[in-house]
């Protein structure tokens, strides 16, 4: 069973930074991509950042130059840098991926639990 699970979240005050790492098991897999969602109380959840197997990311326009997404060096693990931190950002943050699991495209999809992200002002 596929299991994401999201470290490093916590409280911070404006302007500074945290890190948060999303760690795979359950799969001999690679993904073909990850991604860091988040949720702030009563909003939609929305996608933050996403980067492909091949190493092409992409950023919302409320993080693109605060945030930066990268792969780690041990397979499926995602890291999600934010710096600039802002009250805004704070949400609950959801790691996801995605793999391709047929010729015919059809894909399965995986959530993390989420973990807190808090900035004070």
């Known amino acids: 069973q596929v299991q994401l699970v999201e470290s490093g979240g916590g409280l911070v005050q404006a302007v500074g930074s945290l890190r948060l790492l999303c760690e795979a098991s359950g799969t001999r897999f690679t993904f073909d991509a990850m991604a860091w969602y988040r949720q702030a109380p009563g909003k939609p959840r929305e996608l933050v950042a996403d980067?492909?197997?091949?190493?092409?990311?992409n950023y919302a326009d409320p993080v693109w130059g605060r945030f930066t997404i990268s792969r780690g060096s041990a397979k499926n693990t995602v890291y999600l840098q934010m710096n600039s931190l802002i009250p805004g950002d704070t949400a609950v943050y959801y790691c996801?991926?995605?793999?391709?699991?047929?010729?015919?495209?059809?894909?399965?999809?995986?959530w993390g639990q989420g973990i807190q992200v808090t900035v004070s002002s």
């Open positions: 996801y991926s995605v793999r391709v699991v047929n010729v015919e495209g059809a894909k399965a999809r995986y």
């Open positions: 980067i492909a197997s091949g190493g092409r990311t």
